[in-house]
Each structure stands twice: as structure tokens, then as C-alpha cells.
């Protein structure tokens, strides 16, 4: 068995391994948006509450609607600009975090870890 300590993260390291995995959940939150409205257009959903809205926003009903609500274009814009907030902010928090561990791990000498061979 070994005992060792992790006195200080590289925050630069942390900077690229959070980027990279920030990116990579941006494609699977992409791709997880993309299902999930694909499945509710197979249940007719947009169209029923795009129905709904017109209805609702329209002075004349028959005069049709002033446009969707909800549409794939939409969707994914909004998607895309909530996708690359998170990146932003999970990378810098990722690196801010690496740098208030560093200054606790300065005062308290660090997470200590002990290593086992396996059985």
C-alpha cells in the first residue's frame, strides 16, 4: 500500500480536460434535444400547441396564425446558445475550482490518497 497526497492541480490541465468534456456534453445535449423534439413531433405535439398559439395570438382565427411557436430552427438555436453558455461557464468554474483547491490544499497539505495492489 501507498499513501500519497495531491498537494496542487495544474490549472491549465484542468482548463483543457474540462473544455474537452464540455464540448463532448454540448454534442450529447445537442443530440439528446434533437431525440427528445423528434419524438414529440412523431406525437404530434408542436403541431397541436403551434394550433394552439395561433389560435390564441391571431385577432381573426380564420385569418390563420402569425406563425409557429415551436419549430426545429427555434429549437435549436436555443439549444445551441444554452449549450455554449454551459461550456463557458463549466470551464471556467472547472478552473476556479483548481485554483481555490490549490490555495486549500496550500493550507491543509492536500487530499491524501492511499494506493492498493488489487487482490
Not at 5 to 23: A, E, F, G, M, Y
Not at 32 to 59: C, E, H, K, P
Amino acid at each position: 500500500m501507498a499513501s500519497l497526497q495531491l498537494k496542487r492541480v495544474d490549472p491549465w490541465t484542468v482548463l483543457k480536460i474540462s473544455l474537452i468534456v464540455s464540448v463532448v456534453m454540448f454534442f450529447v445535449w445537442m443530440i439528446a434535444v434533437g431525440i427528445l423534439y423528434l419524438s414529440l413531433g412523431s406525437m404530434d405535439v408542436w403541431s397541436r400547441i403551434n394550433q394552439t398559439f395561433n389560435t390564441l395570438t391571431s385577432a381573426d382565427a380564420a385569418a390563420g396564425g402569425s406563425g409557429d411557436l415551436v419549430s426545429a430552427a427555434r429549437v435549436f438555436s436555443i439549444t445551441a446558445v444554452i449549450g455554449a453558455i454551459n461550456i463557458v461557464l463549466f470551464t471556467a468554474l472547472a478552473t476556479v475550482a483548481a485554483f481555490v483547491y490549490n490555495a486549500a490544499a496550500a493550507m491543509s497539505g492536500g487530499v491524501e490518497l492511499t494506493l492498493g495492489e488489487r487482490d
